[in-house]
């Protein structure tokens, strides 16, 4: 049995030193490192960071062979940091730039996106099933295919303005229709150009802990950067008010998305407990649309067994074809309630994807109390019952998407 005792120090102390990082971020987010925030914020801080961390230790040391990849779900419905929307399964695989990559897969008629190549697109290539082929690669390739820069190791190391996106290729798949039980999602990635090795290869001290030094860059990069994040959005929109829609909320800060037809519009609210943010906006006639709930930490809200999220098959559309919604921290019992999750500040992103349209939605602070003279009567048609079947199949679906 070969012994490198060196290396195994080395590699205890890059342990110790991932767990450290997230110690201290949790020490000072106690010493108030992070501002003034309630005890729910500060215990969602802390999953906060366990979720960072779990993500990391996903990225860097489990699904970080570029040789051998394979998708991995990333912000779904238990780690739900970066603020996914509730419609969307995110997959996500590591590559290198002087390899060549096949991916191939069925999505049984929901739109899709890999990268920049959208499913919708007129080019975009089937097989009579449904099922497709995509190749990544440096040089031009027939077919669907997606350029990779020559120069990328996504194998090694955490690059580019986004942290957790360089050197890997992002799937959004999109599913609206939650009443639906459409087969689950395939989707397959593999190395195919001559130089791929026969096998991955064994696990070493070092090896492992240069793994475990990225994990541990890219948690604490993940932990900053979504705060730097938050705060540029804050310096763009006035608190209670909702930015337009655009391409990209921060420009800059993920990879060049082109000509992209879907487009955020954004915003965050402070309420006082009797009060509630009463959102109005015009709707497409064509194309998918969404309005959801972020907290402090830039993660979605508990959108399995809460109605934090709502899309354009779930919405309430008034008989002057506008939409209209409340979000409070209780229930006001309308139709169109967005939970807060007991929260009074919060993040909302609404967002179009290939509308005809897309109109800047309107936010206004209202006394609860007030709400019955705001809001067509039939917003309050709802019972106890009703609500109960509408968490009901919120939870059925997410079960059937996550657990297929």
């Known amino acids: 049995m070969s012994s490198d005792l060196k290396a195994r120090h080395e590699l205890a102390a890059v342990w110790a030193r991932f767990c450290d990082s997230l110690k201290q971020q949790g020490e000072a987010l106690l010493a108030g490192s992070r501002g003034p925030i309630s005890d729910q914020e500060f215990a969602e801080g802390i999953r906060h960071l366990g979720r960072i961390a779990v993500h990391a230790l996903q990225s860097r040391v489990e699904f970080r062979d570029a040789d051998f990849p394979g998708f991995y779900r990333v912000c779904d ?10 419609d969307t399964l995110y997959l996500m695989a590591p590559y290198r730039g002087d390899s060549v990559y096949r991916i191939r897969g069925n999505c049984f008629g929901r739109r899709f996106v890999i990268g920049r190549l959208w499913s919708d697109s007129d080019s975009f290539r089937w097989e009579h099933d449904g099922s497709f082929e995509v190749v990544l690669s440096a040089q031009p390739r027939p077919g669907n295919w997606i350029r990779i820069a020559p120069d990328v190791d996504g194998a090694d190391g955490v690059t580019g303005n986004h942290p957790g996106l360089g050197g890997s290729i992002l799937v959004k798949i999109f599913d609206e229709n939650w009443s639906s039980e459409l087969p689950g999602v395939r989707m397959t990635i593999e190395r195919i150009d001559t130089g791929r090795p026969d096998y991955p290869p064994p696990l070493t001290p070092a090896l492992m802990a240069r793994r475990l030094m990225d994990a541990e860059t890219l948690a604490r990069e993940t932990w900053d950067f979504y705060e730097h994040h938050q705060n540029v959005m804050r310096e763009m929109v006035p608190t209670n008010e909702l930015s337009a829609p655009v391409t990209a909320i921060i420009p800059g800060l993920k990879p060049d998305i082109g000509d992209s037809p879907l487009l955020y519009g954004f915003g965050f609210f402070a309420l006082e407990p009797d009060e509630a943010w009463l959102i109005e906006c015009d709707v497409p006639a064509e194309g998918h649309w ?10 979605s809200l508990e959108f399995q067994h809460r109605q934090s999220s709502i899309n354009r098959l779930q919405a309430l559309i008034d008989d002057d074809g506008r939409f209209r919604a409340v979000i409070s921290a209780t229930d006001p019992g309308t139709v169109n309630w967005i939970d ?11 967002r179009w994807l290939r509308c ?6 309107t936010a206004r602070v209202v006394k609860l109390s007030n709400l019955a003279e705001l809001l067509p009567s039939k917003h309050f048609d709802l019972d106890a019952r009703r609500r109960s079947e509408a968490l009901s199949s919120r939870a059925r679906h997410f079960s059937h998407l996550y657990q297929s």
Do not use: K, M
């Open 340 to 350: 807060s999750e007991g929260h009074l500040q919060g993040c909302l992103i609404y």
């Open 356 to 361: 005809n349209v897309t109109p800047t939605a």
């Open 77 to 86: 419905d238990r780690n739900r940091w970066g603020a996914p929307n509730a």
């Open 290 to 299: 969404s309005f959801q709930l972020y907290s402090r930490w830039y993660e």
